[in-house]
């Protein structure tokens, strides 16, 4: 089990939100590997976000708890062409995913 942060834009230089997750992988991805979103559900894709891999950008183990280690990543950001576009994507999220979106 790995956490998973990234962050959705609604323009190039404007934010619309924080997503975070818990996600069961394989193995533990490193900086540069990619993770395609489009394969790990069935639920429809947002128009205009087909699902294109999300490269990992950023890793740090953390503790947890007692005793319990915990590896958080951060994906590149997804960067919407709209503010409608953006929403769909963060509902793709916590649907499909059970992600917690801040808006």
């Keep these: 089990m790995i956490e998973i942060t990234m962050s959705i834009f609604c323009s190039p230089d404007t934010p619309f939100a924080n997503v975070y997750g818990e996600l069961d992988v394989p ?10 979103y489009a394969m790990l559900t069935d639920r429809p894709l947002p128009e205009r976000f087909n699902g294109m891999p999300l490269r990992v950008i950023g890793r740090m183990f953390r503790a947890k708890g007692p005793g319990e280690i915990v590896l958080t990543i951060e994906l590149e950001p997804i960067v919407a062409v709209n503010e409608a ?17 801040f808006r």
């Design 27 to 36: 193995c533990a991805p490193v900086v540069g590997d990619l993770l395609s």
């Design 85 to 101: 576009d953006a929403e769909s994507i963060a509902i793709y999220f916590e649907r499909g995913f059970a992600f917690k979106v």
